[in-house]
C-alpha cells in the first residue's frame, strides 16, 4: 500500500518562512514527478511547484523567487521551502506524487495525494 504523507504545516506571521516536507512509502519502484498543489477556501486547487526526477523544477508565478522545491530520491521525499510568506499563501498543501509501485494485481503507475497540510499566514 502506497502511502503519501506531508508534514511542515502551520501558523507564521507574514514575511516568515516554513519548510512542507513529503514521504511517500510502500513497495515503490520508481516516482516520477513530485509537486506540491495548494487550495484556498473558496479557490481552486492550484499548481505551486514540482519537479522531475531528473531535477527540473517549474514554479507557478505566485511563488518564483519566494519558494524552492526540492527532492530527496534515496528518501522518496519531496520539499518546499517557503519564504518571505504573505496572507495570500494561507491554504492547504498537498502534495502530489506519480509513483509505480507493486500492487496486489501487478505493477501500476498512478498519481498519489498527500491529506493536505494547513498553512496559515497572519498579517
Known amino acids: 500500500q502506497v502511502q503519501v504523507v506531508e508534514s511542515g504545516g502551520g501558523l507564521v506571521q507574514a514575511g516568515g518562512s516554513l519548510k512542507l516536507s513529503c514521504a511517500a512509502s510502500?513497495?515503490?519502484?520508481?516516482?516520477?514527478?513530485m509537486g506540491w498543489y495548494r487550495q484556498a477556501p473558496g479557490k481552486q486547487r492550484e499548481l505551486v511547484a514540482n519537479?522531475?526526477?531528473?531535477?527540473?523544477?517549474n514554479y507557478a508565478d505566485s511563488v518564483k523567487g519566494r519558494f524552492t522545491i526540492s527532492r530527496d530520491n534515496a528518501k522518496n521525499t519531496v520539499y518546499l521551502q517557503m519564504n518571505s510568506l504573505n496572507p495570500e499563501d494561507t491554504a492547504v498543501y498537498y502534495c502530489?506524487?506519480?509513483?509505480?509501485?507493486?500492487?496486489?494485481?501487478?505493477?501500476?503507475?498512478?498519481?498519489?495525494w498527500g491529506q493536505g497540510t494547513q498553512v496559515t499566514v497572519s498579517s
Open positions: 502530489n506524487a506519480r509513483i509505480t509501485a507493486l500492487q496486489p494485481w501487478g505493477v501500476m503507475t498512478h498519481d498519489y
Open positions: 510502500g513497495k515503490i519502484f520508481g516516482i516520477n514527478a
Open positions: 519537479i522531475t526526477s531528473g531535477g527540473s523544477t
